[in-house]
């Protein structure tokens, strides 16, 4: 069992920045591929990013994003620059063991664990 709590979200200009945290509890962090995934109102959950035995990013966010984790201290973190009003929504942490996988899912269904999210908002 693995519990998620997300933090760092909050109101930002455009072009600002910000880095959401996400604090796992769990002996084992080390053996959990990790994403990041947000919702929009109105819209499906939306991969963002995922680190595990590889890292993947959406193209919607390459080159403004970046996932990091300490396995040491079970935490994973999104680092968030340059950002736009579209990138408003919630935004969510999530993991699964991954077991026999070789790459990260960008899949939400195969990710067993949530956060509870955390809401980003930018102004234009």
């Known amino acids: 069992q693995l519990q998620l709590v997300e933090s760092g979200g909050g109101l930002v200009q455009a072009g600002g920045s910000l880095r959401l945290s996400c604090a796992a509890s769990?002996?084992?962090?080390?053996?959990?591929?990790m994403a990041w995934f947000r919702q929009a109102p109105g819209k499906e959950r939306e991969f963002i990013a995922a680190m595990g035995p590889d890292t993947l990013y959406a193209d919607s966010i390459k080159g403004r994003f970046t996932i990091s984790r300490d396995n040491a201290k079970n935490m994973v973190w999104l680092q968030m620059d340059n950002l736009k009003p579209e990138d408003t929504a919630v935004y969510y942490c999530?993991?699964?063991?991954?077991?026999?996988?070789?790459?990260?899912?960008?899949?939400?269904?195969?990710?067993?664990?949530w956060g509870q999210g955390t809401q980003v908002t930018v102004s234009s």
């Open positions: 999530a993991a699964d063991r991954g077991s026999g996988r070789t790459v990260v899912s960008q899949y939400a269904t195969q990710y067993a664990y």
């Open positions: 769990g002996r084992i962090f080390s053996a959990y591929d």
